[in-house]
């Protein structure tokens, strides 16, 4: 079956940096998404890897492997609007969108 | 850019009642239209996908005459719940994309909509 695993929950501190990992097993590989869910809210777009690396747009990169089925979410200087769920997200090889369960991310003063 | 607008936010109605929420681009034309439903603290489950002017295809376990929807334009689709009973309480998202899911191109959410049956 496919699968997407990421933290159900992550602490972190304002104006440090925090990871979020997410692996994969998926039948093909389309590119990979991350994006952010407040409390209530619909998610909104963060970032696309369809290529191994590291993909920065300002306080956020996201990082793929294609090879090791992992991808990561990096965010640095933390605010406290930061605080949210971080969903992972999988096009398979049949261009299906296989949603992760989501990380929530609390920033703590 | 990439403005998805979804009406209403919010429903609470009767047992029985039929609810119809409406997904529109508003700066794009959305080839391809999406419907979530999503329970507290858990992630989002895909309903359906449309395509504009054919049929939507659902997911496996999802009731096609129970959730209807409609993918009149390639700026609006909509979704009814038929008969809505209290187990169809949940949060209603659409989103909104401008290739058959194919390429970068992500998808765009509306705001949802929280449906309560009482």
């Known amino acids: 079956g496919q699968n997407i695993d990421q933290p159900t929950e992550m602490t972190a501190t304002e104006g440090a940096i925090v990871q979020i990992n997410c692996t994969y097993q998926t039948s093909g590989f389309n590119g990979l998404f991350w994006y952010q869910q407040h409390a209530g809210e619909a998610p909104t777009f963060l970032s696309y890897n369809v290529l191994d690396g590291l993909e920065e747009k300002g306080r956020f990169s996201s990082f793929l492997s294609r090879s090791k089925g992992y991808s990561y979410l990096l965010l640095k200087e933390l605010q406290m609007k930061d605080s949210a769920s971080y969903l992972c997200a999988v096009r398979d090889g049949n261009y299906q969108l296989i949603w992760g369960a989501g990380t929530k991310l609390i920033i703590k003063p | 850019g990439a403005v998805v607008s979804q009406h209403p936010s919010w429903v609470i109605c009767k047992s029985g009642t039929s609810v119809k929420i409406e997904c529109r681009s508003l700066?794009?034309?959305?080839?391809?239209m999406f419907w979530y439903r999503q329970f507290p603290k858990q992630s989002l489950m895909l309903m359906a996908t449309s395509n504009e002017g054919s049929k939507a295809t659902y997911e496996q376990g999802v009731e096609k005459d129970k959730f209807l929807i409609n993918h009149a334009s390639l700026t609006l689709s909509t979704l009814t719940v038929t008969s809505a009973h209290p187990e169809d309480s949940s949060f209603y998202i659409c989103s909104a994309s401008t290739t058959k899911g194919t390429g970068n191109q992500p998808q765009h959410f509306g705001d949802g909509t929280r449906l309560s049956i009482l």
């Open positions: 700066d794009f034309q959305a080839t391809t």
